[in-house]
């Protein structure tokens, strides 16, 4: 149950997703006051002061099962009086029933096969319950969720994937954007023959390894099927993923298909070194998250270090993409930390659409770019409504310099993987001429050593449309270059190269 009461002096909001209740904790999340000059948030817990932060997110735990909470949040700025957001009333959830996979029969030894015990005990596990990890490696291989469940990896615990392909069975599902066979992955959700699933959780401070190095290799090798990924969540309302870090995978890290309340709060991605920094052979396509159609999505004090995009807002390719016609929209990504890959992506497969995106108080360390927004010719739909403000990005690796792939620490690219091409060369326009409009890069200081600073090229035939950026501060070894804009404002924005012309804009208005 949740209920709001709004005072009048209301001038930022307070949630808590539905999916990020549990028996003993709340997440909270919350939007910034209209002006900044934050100095810390505080969090109201029954009328007594639970806790204090600079994020605009907390998650509450040590909570009372089945216990009624009120919380709201004072936000004290520099020159004003402190500010209280709304509200909110939850109730946690109930005590849940324990299925413990080692009475089951598992066996944590890094050698035993605990594919059948593990799901012996999902299977098992009562409406609401609860699947335990104890301490321990328990090899497996592919186990599948159920709706109303909760994964939970103790301490110690870690879910190790077997690298024989015997043990992930071949199935249809989305890959890289087109319905494909490909084999399990190492967490799936169960098939639902047309159905929805709901309430899914997977938590605790345990590790899920993939073991994507021999995998990957092997499922290549075999030409049965695409790679699976680590966790793989479909069709399912109410996705919770907490705590857990995840690791080399064969693919994509975490794939959320056709989910609805999603959120992914405090969890550790690696999918190119390990937490150790060693790096995983042969993992290639190794984005860390990839929201795939999927609406209302809050991604949170998370890290990730990925091989690839870290994290990917996706919604299928080509003629199939816009045929399934599901968006991904609604997003919020915060207070993340990203230390290897290319930062935040829109697309490139992004058939359905993407829409309402918003990426804040992000750090960007050692990563190529922090914003990838991209549409090729043949996608089709809209990009539209995506902020990113309030981020930091620093890079002096020499390691990953412009490709067709990656153009710019802040890219908009309509000829992303064109090794040579000419940006004022038109073609016709149809259904697979895609659009990106309304675009907001706000409050961002960015500086590298390779690679140009900023980079923003439409389509001739269809522009990239109000793209807007204010309180910008670049250096990079290149400037900033644009072509084909169509309402491009700049608002106290520099940039600097280290090497030739510090701007050159070709067809912008």
């Not at 005990?121 to 186990?143: M, N, R, W, Y």
């Not at 923003?456 to 793209?467: D, F, K, M, R, Y």
Request: proline share 4%.
């Amino acid at each position: 149950m949740q209920t709001e009461q709004v005072p009048t002096h209301l001038t930022f909001s307070l949630t808590s997703p539905p999916a990020a209740q549990t028996a003993d904790s709340i997440a909270l999340l919350w939007d910034k006051p209209a002006s900044y000059g934050v100095e810390r948030y505080e969090v109201y817990v029954n009328n007594s002061l639970a806790a204090t932060t600079k994020n605009t997110d907390y998650t509450l735990q040590g909570l009372a099962p089945e216990h009624e909470y009120f919380i709201y949040v004072l936000t004290y700025m520099s020159t004003e009086e402190p500010l209280q957001s709304n509200t909110i009333c939850i109730i946690t959830r109930p005590q849940p029933q324990v299925f413990d996979i080692a009475a089951y029969g598992a066996v944590g030894d890094g050698e035993t096969l605990n594919t059948s015990a593990i799901q012996s005990a999902i299977d098992a596990c009562s409406q609401g319950g609860l699947v335990t990890i104890p301490e321990g490696v328990f090899l497996t291989g592919a186990i599948y969720l159920k709706s109303d469940m909760t994964l939970y990896l103790e301490e110690g615990a870690v879910l190790l994937g077997s690298p024989d392909t015997e043990d992930y069975p071949l199935l249809e599902s989305r890959w890289e954007g087109l319905q494909r066979t490909c084999y399990a992955s190492l967490v799936n959700t169960q098939d639902t023959q047309g159905g929805r699933l709901s309430n899914i959780t997977i938590t605790g401070p345990g590790k899920i390894d993939a073991n994507g190095s021999a995998l990957r290799k092997k499922e290549l090798s075999e030409v049965a099927g695409k790679p699976g990924s680590a966790i793989c969540i479909r069709n399912t309302d109410n996705v919770y993923i907490h705590g857990v870090t995840v690791r080399q995978s064969p693919f994509w890290c975490v794939h959320i298909v056709y989910c609805n309340g999603v959120s992914v709060n405090g969890v550790g991605i690696h999918t190119k070194y390990d937490e150790e920094g060693n790096l995983y052979e042969g993992i290639v396509n190794g984005d860390g998250l990839d929201p795939d159609s999927c609406s209302d999505v809050y991604i949170f004090n998370c890290h990730i270090a990925s091989q690839d995009d870290g994290i990917a807002i996706k919604s299928g390719r080509n003629a199939e993409g816009r045929a399934v016609g599901i968006p991904t929209e609604n997003v919020r990504i915060s207070n993340c930390r990203f230390t290897s890959g290319f930062g935040v992506a829109m697309g490139s497969e992004m058939s359905g659409g993407v829409r309402n995106v918003l990426v804040e108080d992000c750090e960007f360390h050692n990563v190529f770019s922090i914003a990838s927004v991209k549409a090729i010719r043949g996608r089709g739909n809209v990009i539209e409504n995506i902020t990113y403000r309030d981020c930091t990005f620093t890079n002096q690796n020499l390691e990953l310099q412009d490709t067709q792939w990656f153009r710019g620490a802040l890219y908009v690219d309509q000829f992303y993987g064109d090794l040579i091409f000419d940006p004022h060369e038109t073609q016709p326009k149809n259904e697979e001429t895609p659009v990106i409009r309304n675009i907001l890069f706000q409050n961002i200081t960015l500086d590298k050593v390779a690679g140009n600073a900023i980079y923003l090229t439409g389509l001739v035939e269809s522009p990239l449309e109000n793209i807007r950026l204010e309180n910008i501060t670049a250096v990079g070894k290149h400037g900033f270059i644009a072509n084909n804009i169509r309402g491009l404002v700049l608002d106290h924005v520099t940039v600097n190269a280290r090497e030739g012309e510090a701007m050159r804009f070709v067809n912008v208005n």
